[in-house]
């Protein structure tokens, strides 16, 4: 046959599904349940602050040098997928917690604060992605958090924020480092889903 009959059968398409993301309060209760004042503590909510304020990939936090950080411009330069580079804002508290962690790793372990990986693990070797999500499972639990947490939610979380706060979509695509404006707008979904669920709850005519 000189033509397949298959090729005016549509397949069906996959079902797609809303990121997971941490509301407001329960990720600043993640966050502020982090730094005893040790070295790991401090790196922890350091790494985790980070996450939340510039919406990382975890392989892309892991990655980080020390000069890839911009204390005085609080900007992080990213090689993302497609080893492609992008500037992102940092807010003053994930600059602040990067600080006093490299100020006590220097202190502690006499490690400049100006060369080698961002993040370290306790041998002084580049931190792993698998490592960093370990650590933020065990840091969600101690924190009092009912369900699971990985890297990718608090990246959920960062953009579902940031559009419910009125952000660009563009803008927190570029943040986001996503090819397509598409990818990012499934986290305007979350937002309009919990606007329905909240619109059928309260209207008294729905």
């Known amino acids: ?13 996959l079902e797609k599904t809303l990121p997971s993301y941490l509301t407001v309060d329960d990720m600043f209760r993640l966050l502020d349940a982090m730094d005893d004042g040790t070295v790991l503590a401090r790196r922890n909510r350091a790494m985790f602050e980070l996450l939340y304020s510039s919406g990382l990939r975890v392989s892309e936090l892991s990655g980080l040098d020390c ?7 609080n900007s992080v330069r990213v090689i993302g997928k497609g080893n492609k580079e992008r500037v992102v804002p940092v807010g ?12 006590t790793l220097e202190a502690d372990k006499k490690i400049s604060q100006d060369k080698g990986p961002l ?3 306790k041998n002084l070797g580049r931190l792993s992605t698998r490592s960093i999500a ?19 939610d608090l990246r959920h979380s960062f953009a579902t924020h940031m559009l419910d706060a009125g952000a660009d979509l563009r803008g927190v695509q570029e943040m986001l480092g996503h090819e397509s404006l598409s990818t990012t707008q499934k986290y305007t979904h979350v937002s309009i889903d919990r606007l329905t669920k909240a ?8």
């Open 119 to 121: 993040f370290l693990n």
């Open 1 to 13: 046959m000189e033509k397949s009959p298959l090729d005016t059968i549509r397949t069906p398409k």
């Open 92 to 103: 003053e508290r994930a600059v602040r917690a990067i600080s006093l962690y490299r100020e």
């Open 199 to 206: 619109y059928d709850k309260a209207h008294p005519r729905k």
């Open 134 to 152: 370990r650590i933020l499972e065990k840091t969600a639990r101690e924190s009092g958090l009912t369900v699971p947490v990985s890297p990718h």
């Open 67 to 73: 000069p890839h950080l911009d204390v005085g411009l």
